[in-house]
């Protein structure tokens, strides 16, 4: 019995940390996709040296 409560305790923890896992991944992919899409959009605006066009 007492491996049964050490295997209920530990799928606990494994399940958790996958959570933490997951949920870390997510909040980064978006936070650099709202980045990508700022930067696309501010670099539209305020164009570079390198994308001026000449009239």
């Not at 896992?21 to 909040?27: E, I, K, N, Y």
Request: glycine share 6%; charged share 15%.
């Amino acid at each position: 019995m007492a491996t049964l409560a050490f295997m209920l305790a530990a799928n606990n923890i494994w399940h958790w940390w996958i959570g933490v896992l997951l949920t870390f991944g997510a909040v980064l992919v978006t936070v650099v996709l709202v980045a990508a899409y700022l930067k696309s959009v501010t670099s539209q605006h305020y164009p570079g040296k390198r994308q001026r066009r000449e009239d």
